[in-house]
């Protein structure tokens, strides 16, 4: 059982970058898959990027080069760095964690491998 909670969303300006953080509840952070996901209004909710197990990253080719995910064991967080933000971005990005998900050096992308869920944090870019 995992309790996960965003925190770092706001306003920036295109061009600009922003960290979030999701901070999880528990005593077993490593045995999960890590990853964000986001909706725009009136669209689906749709994969950004993820960390597996034993670290590795897996990511969305419209945030290639920009976005990039680490996480923190001893602190049982793990974090999205997005730089050079775009419109497009403006989302409410959620955190989620895969409970033995893929494989220690791959993190699934589709939303229902996922287990559990944070309240998501906004973000929003102008131009």
């Known amino acids: 059982q995992v309790q996960l909670v965003e925190s770092g969303g706001g306003l920036v300006q295109a061009g600009g970058s922003l960290r979030l953080s999701c901070a999880a509840s528990?005593?077993?952070?490593?045995?999960?898959?890590m990853g964000w996901f986001r909706q725009a209004p009136g669209k689906e909710r749709e994969f950004v990027i993820a960390?597996?197990?034993?670290?590795?990253?897996n990511y969305a080719d419209s945030v290639k080069g920009r976005f990039t995910i680490s996480r923190d064991n001893a602190k049982n967080t793990v974090y999205l760095q997005m730089n050079s933000l775009k419109p497009e971005d403006t989302a409410v990005y959620y955190c989620?964690?895969?409970?033995?998900?893929?494989?220690?050096?791959?993190?699934?992308?589709?939303?229902?491998?996922?287990?559990?869920w944070g309240q998501g944090t906004q973000v929003t870019v102008s131009s």
């Open positions: 528990g005593r077993t952070f490593r045995s999960y898959a």
């Open positions: 960390i597996s197990r034993g670290g590795s990253t």
């Open positions: 989620a964690a895969d409970y033995l998900g893929g494989q220690p050096d791959y993190a699934y992308a589709a939303a229902n491998e996922y287990d559990y």
